[in-house]
């Protein structure tokens, strides 16, 4: 099973990030998203988790809650846009993984037993930081996880 990761699209998704999540089984949007049309768009790959960003606004983006649990084959993948917002502790409360975005930087980082990624920021490059997605794959029963440069 492949989970993609996307955040920070601010408005644009890249033909290369729709290429990337092409064939996922889910899609996480962890927020910053810009444009509900990108969502839309996401959906016609496959299903949508999406949180809500900073930069999300409008009666679209209040639709949107701030954290959510997506349940899959057996594993449980938080989604919060701030990293930095965090209020629960994940291994405490059965999370095997944490998706957040926000600083557009790409982290893949285990802390103990929780896996936490941030794909990056697919949309407007920003500073000198990478234009990246990610992914996490559950295979034999475990969760792994990368990111890639669009």
């Not at 444009?35 to 496959?46: N, Q, S």
Request: overall charge negative.
């Amino acid at each position: 099973m492949r989970i993609g990761l996307i955040s920070d699209t601010h408005g644009l998704l890249r033909p290369e990030a729709k290429a990337f999540l092409s064939g996922c089984d889910a899609i996480v949007h962890a927020g910053d998203i810009g444009d509900p049309d990108i969502l839309t768009e996401l959906r016609m790959l496959a299903p949508v988790t999406a949180v809500r960003g900073n930069n999300d606004g409008g009666a679209w983006a209040d639709a949107l809650n701030e954290t959510e649990l997506l349940r899959v084959a057996g594993f449980h993948i938080y989604a919060i846009h701030d990293l930095t917002q965090l209020r629960l502790e994940p291994s405490a409360a059965g999370i095997h993984a944490v998706v957040s975005g926000h600083s557009h930087k790409p982290v893949v980082e285990k802390r103990g037993s929780v896996l936490f990624v941030n794909p990056g920021s697919a949309g407007p490059r920003r500073f000198k930081l990478p234009v990246a997605a990610g992914e996490i794959t559950v295979r034999d029963a475990a969760l792994s996880a990368r990111t890639v440069e669009l």
